[in-house]
């Protein structure tokens, strides 16, 4: 069958990439959104288990509440509770508008840009956002990889800056512009030196840097491109580093394909190997490549580069699996991508990391999924 041409546009242009947007929640009420939550969480609107002693019943509802009583342990209980979002003080529609706006973002919602179209502190966005990232992470699928996987590390955080001078002109006529600046700085009595480029503050960016270790599983059909991505946090792109990563998260036996960094001269022992030389060629006429892997990268750096503008060590993890869950779902609509959040949200119990970020200023130390 030949493939037409409305086939191979941008997911993102289809209709029915729109189907629960932004403009669909603005339309809703307190009361309609209010209820979406209680169906995402519980899937019904009056009979489902407690969350505290599991008795599947259609427990008391209190309206005035929003709240209901256990027909077996008495105890009260709403549709936020045993969740990230307990103890909100947002409305259900700004909840609900925030999750859809955040899952709308290609490459990621920055939490100044959040807090302006939620009319909410930054702060308040910053760790709502924070909850809606530690829930993907937290409910990622840890099977192994297995068939044809990708791997790669980028780096990030770190980038030590260059110094005002450039050391390399590119061309004569700059040459001949940094050497009078030179002499005229020695004229002036300044020392002629460029300004070297491992200063203090280099240094000290230079420890900050972080290499995000990226595992992607081919689809196995060409169109679908990778279908399954894993991540880790490592301070250096080394073999003692890499090595227990593979071994936890691919199945042996599996083909990976790499570039020619020297942390994967190990892998023959126990995978098809297959290597890129990116030095000459982006994929070798056999199609070894790393391209998926270079999607994701591509649009990380473009959330820290373009969105956030900077990040630190410890956002790293959960802003690269948020990146990892945006690649393995660019083809869902908007509604089933918003239906996953609010599903990792009920399924994985109160924040972690985030609650009582509030009252203690402090992210907690939780490492995420390796
Ligand atoms: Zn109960």
């Known amino acids: 069958m ?9 997911f993102l242009m289809h209709a029915k990439c729109r189907d629960f947007t932004n403009f669909d929640v603005a339309n809703m009420s307190e009361e309609e959104c209010y209820w979406h939550f209680v169906e995402a969480r519980f899937g019904s609107r009056d009979t489902f288990a407690c969350p505290g002693c599991g008795t599947i019943a259609t427990h008391y509802y209190r309206s005035n509440r929003r709240q209901w009583r256990c027909r077996h342990c008495d105890k ?11 103890d909100r003080k947002l409305p259900f529609k700004k909840l609900l508008f925030g999750i859809s706006y955040f899952v709308s973002g290609a ?4 939490s100044l840009h959040m807090s302006r179209v939620l009319d909410v502190q930054v702060k308040t966005a910053f760790v709502f956002a924070g909850k809606l990232r530690e829930a993907l992470a937290r409910s990622v699928d840890q099977t192994p990889l297995s068939g044809t996987v990708e791997l790669d590390g980028g780096h990030f955080c770190g980038r030590p800056r260059s110094g005002r001078i450039r050391k390399k002109p590119s061309t004569t006529a700059i040459a001949a512009l940094v050497k009078d600046a030179l002499n005229k700085q020695a004229g002036n009595g300044i020392s002629p030196k460029p300004r070297p480029s491992m200063t203090r ?17 081919h689809s196995g059909t060409h169109e679908r491109g990778a279908v399954r991505t894993m991540i880790s946090v490592l301070t250096a792109e080394t073999a003692d580093q890499v090595m227990p990563v593979i071994e936890g998260n691919v199945v042996k036996g599996s083909k990976i394909m790499t570039d020619e960094c020297n942390a994967y001269t190990r892998l023959n022992a126990n995978y098809e190997h297959e290597v890129v030389n990116h030095q000459i060629e982006y994929s070798t006429i056999d199609g070894v490549n ?5 999607s994701y990268f591509s649009r990380l750096r473009r959330y820290v580069v373009g969105i956030a503008h900077n990040t630190r060590p410890k956002y790293l993890p959960d802003i690269a699996w948020e990146m990892a869950w945006r690649e393995d779902y660019r083809r869902n609509p908007e509604g089933e991508k918003t239906a996953h959040v609010l599903k990792s949200m009920a399924a994985n119990g109160r924040s972690l990391k985030w609650r009582g970020y509030w009252q203690r200023a402090k992210l907690q130390t939780v490492s995420a999924p390796a």
């Not at 030949?2 to 941008?10: G, I, L, P």
């Open 2 to 10: 030949t493939s037409t041409r409305s086939e191979h546009k941008n």
């Open 201 to 217: 503050a280099n240094i000290k960016r230079r420890k900050n840097r972080r290499i995000v270790f990226v595992l992607r599983q």
């Open 107 to 110: 490459k990621g919602i920055a």
């Open 76 to 86: 009260d209980f709403s549709c936020t509770t045993g969740t990230a979002l307990q």
């Open 290 to 294: 790393e391209n998926q892997a270079e």
